[in-house]
């Protein structure tokens, strides 16, 4: 079937009163964006639908790349039929014999907005009812749960139906719930904590720490494939690289082995918050997930948290790691997250790390290094780029995976 149009739904944007129309210029900034790369494409932002006129392009095509917009409830492949009944009906027939194979059920669900024509709600239904009884007499109506739906819409400028609606994304438009950092680590959680942050509507930046020559370019390359992966929700990501050696060897040699992981985190975190300051977030998001490790215990999250008052939002925090493990094969991070790089935490983790670390004693071990210079030297020494979903990445995932086997 040559489609149309696709036509959006919108996801919970509908319930925002007030900002409904903020929300709805952000998800057509981001739909736009995420098809640009289809230039015949007219995309038309309406109050309760946006429709994205096909002109001729692929309409499956277009329907991938709309799968990863954050703020659609659902969408629908639809063909535009001028105001005649008999052009409708045979729409109607081609469309039901290609989505509803025989003894389907079905219903017909119309929506009007055209007020001037001829059939009102109802009577569209019982005429394409009447229609499709004699023209499929092997499907049955059902009004609940029915394997198809046909939907029609009456509009001004024509007719519009469709029978295959497709979930979509869910979530808030990126851009709408303002900036965030994420930590991102090469690990499992915290690309999944990235997927989430995004789905709420936050713009992301990563922050990543590093400590060459202890860990590899490699590990580096990782964790910008890994926001390579996440870049197709949003077009791309700010990427900070945060160089962490001389903090970490200074912890090592100043501080009990303890309390080495407690004090680097806390590092980890007045760096996070500096670089959230300077980019204009507002919140910092991690893949921490309660008792996991040494560091995620309650304990530890006190001791690590007591140097910030800015919001940590931690979207795996409740998450067994089961269910953290199948949303990473979901968003396709994990293949790359398990690729043996040691990161900087590895290399420089204590062989017995305090699960229950104390406040006191972590600030007062802290004390005698040189936070201030340590911070300010580290911030001296970022690195920023920007990362997109593009071929040169997905290039370099083929030869991380050849190199390993
Ligand atoms: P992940 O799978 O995300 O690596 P993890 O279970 O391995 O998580 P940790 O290594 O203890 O847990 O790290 C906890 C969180 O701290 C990570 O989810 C991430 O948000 C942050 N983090 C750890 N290492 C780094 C790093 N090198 N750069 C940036 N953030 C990091
Ligand atoms: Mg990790």
Redesign the pocket.
């Known amino acids: 079937m040559q489609y149309s149009e696709i036509m959006v739904r919108y996801g919970e944007l509908s319930t925002k009163g007030k900002n409904r129309n903020a929300f709805i210029g952000r998800l057509t900034g981001n739909v736009t964006k995420a098809l640009h790369e289809f230039p015949q494409l007219t995309i038309r932002p309406k109050r309760d639908r946006l429709h994205i006129e096909l002109n001729g392009e692929d309409s499956d095509a277009v329907m991938a790349r709309l799968r990863l917009v954050f703020g659609i409830q659902n969408f629908s492949a639809s063909v535009a039929v001028p105001k005649d009944m008999a052009q409708v009906h045979d729409v109607a027939l081609q469309l039901m014999n290609e989505t509803a194979p025989q003894g389907s059920s079905y219903k017909v669900a119309t929506h009007r907005s055209d007020h001037t024509f001829e059939l009102d709600t109802n009577g569209m239904n019982l005429n394409l009812g009447d229609f499709l009884t004699e023209a499929r007499p092997d499907l049955v109506v059902k009004m609940k749960h029915p394997d198809v739906t046909l939907r029609v819409e009456v509009r001004r400028e024509a007719i519009y139906l469709s029978t295959l609606t497709e979930l979509g994304a869910g979530g808030l438009p990126v851009g709408t719930a303002g900036k965030g950092v994420l930590?991102?680590?090469?690990?499992?959680?915290?690309p999944v904590?990235g997927y989430y942050a995004l789905k709420r509507g936050v713009d992301i930046e990563m922050?990543?720490?590093?400590s060459p020559p202890y860990t590899s370019q490699n590990a580096l390359a990782k964790a910008k494939q890994l926001t390579a992966k996440l870049a197709p929700y949003v077009g791309s990501i700010h990427f900070i690289e945060v160089p962490f050696t001389e903090i970490q060897e200074t912890v090592k040699a100043g501080v009990p082995e303890g309390y080495l992981m407690t004090i680097q985190r806390r590092f980890?975190l007045r760096l996070t918050e500096a670089i959230a300051k300077q980019r204009g977030a507002l919140a910092i998001f991690?893949?921490?997930?309660v008792g996991?490790?040494a560091?995620?215990t309650l304990e530890s999250m006190v001791a690590i948290n007591d140097v910030t008052t800015m919001p940590i939002i931690r979207p795996v925090a409740t998450m067994d790691k089961n269910e953290i493990i199948k949303v990473a094969e979901d968003i396709d991070t994990f293949d790359l997250?398990i690729m043996p790089f040691e990161?900087?935490?590895t290399i420089f983790a204590p062989p017995r790390p305090k699960t229950k670390p104390n406040l006191d004693k972590t600030r007062y071990y802290e004390s005698k290094l040189d936070v201030t210079g340590l911070v300010e030297r580290a911030l001296a020494g970022i690195k920023q780029s920007d990362i997109r979903a593009s071929d040169e990445f997905m290039n370099q995932e083929q030869d991380l995976i050849a190199e390993l086997l």
């Open positions: 930590m991102l680590s090469g690990g499992i959680d915290s904590a922050v990543h720490f590093f980890m991690n893949g921490e997930s996991q490790v560091s995620q997250s990161d900087c935490c």
